[in-house]
């Protein structure tokens, strides 16, 4: 039950960042920021992020509403976002995979949201998914993203969805079930 609220003017304004922690929830709360809205991140010094929870949670957001990475140094695993509702958001569900960590295990569920695009200076095109994996610098070591799962995500993008898995390991073992995105200009 925690309310976080960023000034919408400024960027790098995340509200609820996770970062390498094991068994961590967030439930019935409310995100309205400039940046990221929910934004995992595993440091290669700190260790992993284990065991994220995210359930009955809205989030607004001039960037992501909720995004992995790009601190990805280290493995992310066994998270579920569930009963989650987006609004007025640039960019909806992402996972920005830069570096040498692997993030599988992912269930994104019951989700209901609405991306536009707003501006710009802001991550996000209005896209309602947005899953890459592109090494931060060439050379550098890449990740793997595997093992997702979406279900019951249903609203209206002005963009489509974006799923690429051209570097590296690469995205693997993803399903998509009864999602109904009504793509649109509003």
Request: hydrophobic share 35%; with cysteine; proline share 4%.
């Amino acid at each position: 039950s925690i309310d976080i609220y960023g000034d919408e003017r400024f960027p790098n304004n995340d509200g609820f960042d996770p970062q390498s922690c094991i068994n961590v929830t967030l439930i019935h709360s409310r995100i309205d920021v400039a940046d990221d809205g929910i934004c995992p991140k595993a440091d290669r010094q700190m260790g992993p992020l284990r065991g994220l929870y995210v359930h009955n949670v809205s989030v607004r957001s001039h960037s992501h509403a909720i995004k992995f990475g790009s601190n990805t140094d280290s493995e992310m695993s066994d998270v579920v976002f569930d009963t989650i509702k987006i609004w007025d958001s640039n960019s909806g569900l992402a996972i920005q995979q830069r570096s040498e960590g692997s993030i599988r295990n992912v269930t994104w569920s019951n989700i209901q949201l609405e991306t536009r695009y707003q501006a710009p200076r802001w991550w996000g095109n209005g896209e309602w998914l947005v899953v890459t994996n592109t090494p931060r610098d060439d050379g550098h070591a890449i990740g793997s993203v595997s093992d997702m799962r979406f279900v019951n995500i249903s609203g209206v993008s002005e963009n489509g969805g974006l799923l690429s898995g051209l570097s590296g390991p690469g995205v693997s073992n993803v399903s998509f079930e009864n999602i109904n995105i009504r793509i649109a200009t509003w």
